[in-house]
């Protein structure tokens, strides 16, 4: 499997494109609305605050990707869901663990991640309530070094 961080050049690559078209069908087909970042993330890859990272297979498929930000908040990471719990999302998080001393995310209780993240060393801290839309809440997780 191959990572890589697109690039914040003003236009992306060819292949760059290809690959975020992969990663929004992955968004449609797993989060829902209020969850889901498929319309702007294009406007993700963009930004300079954060990495945007890319994992596909040797036919240039994506298997998952992630948003990290500076300062360390995953923003965003899946998996496609004929690619789950084949360890990706562990390598993902690995990705990121080695470039930052603390992390943080959020992330809604029913959602079976939150037993993934358990895995990772992610501790769970607050429950913020309505985070995503009324009666959609979120628990904040952080794991350090
Ligand atoms: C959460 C997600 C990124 C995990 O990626 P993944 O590639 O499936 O996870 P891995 O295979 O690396 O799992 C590593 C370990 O985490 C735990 N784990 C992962 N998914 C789990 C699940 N659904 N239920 C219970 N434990 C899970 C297991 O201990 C697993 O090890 P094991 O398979 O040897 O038992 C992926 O399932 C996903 O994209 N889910 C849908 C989108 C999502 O919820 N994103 C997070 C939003 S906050």
Same mark, same amino acid.
């Given at each position: 499997?191959?990572?890589?961080?697109?690039?914040?050049?003003?236009?992306?690559?060819?292949?760059?494109?290809?690959?975020?078209?992969?990663?929004?069908?992955?968004?449609?087909?797993?989060?829902?609305?209020?969850?889901?970042?498929?319309?702007?993330?294009?406007?993700?890859?963009?930004?300079?605050?954060?990495?945007?990272?890319?994992?596909?297979?040797?036919?240039?498929?994506?298997?998952?990707?992630?948003?990290?930000?500076?300062?360390?908040?995953?923003?965003?990471?899946?998996?496609?869901?004929?690619?789950?719990?084949?360890?990706?999302?562990?390598?993902?998080?690995?990705?990121?663990?080695?470039?930052?001393? !603390?992390?943080?995310?959020?992330?809604?209780?029913?959602?079976? !991640?939150?037993?993934?993240?358990?895995?990772?060393?992610?501790?769970?801290?607050?429950?913020?309530?309505?985070?995503?839309?009324?009666?959609?809440?979120?628990?904040?997780?952080?794991?350090?070094?």
């Amino acid at each position: 499997m191959k990572i890589i961080t697109l690039s914040k050049a003003k236009k992306l690559s060819d292949r760059e494109y290809k690959l975020l078209q992969g990663c929004i069908t992955i968004e449609r087909r797993l989060f829902p609305k209020h969850e889901s970042l498929a319309a702007t993330l294009e406007i993700e890859a963009r930004k300079q605050s954060q990495d945007f990272v890319i994992m596909f297979d040797d036919e240039e498929k994506v298997v998952g990707y992630m948003i990290v930000s500076r300062s360390g908040h995953i923003c965003k990471i899946a998996v496609a869901s004929d690619r789950q719990r084949q360890g990706f999302g562990r390598q993902l998080i690995s990705w990121a663990k080695e470039r930052h001393p !603390a992390l943080s995310l959020h992330v809604d209780p029913d959602r079976p !991640a939150m037993k993934f993240y358990f895995t990772e060393q992610f501790q769970q801290l607050e429950l913020l309530r309505d985070y995503y839309i009324a009666g959609r809440d979120a628990y904040l997780m952080k794991w350090h070094r």
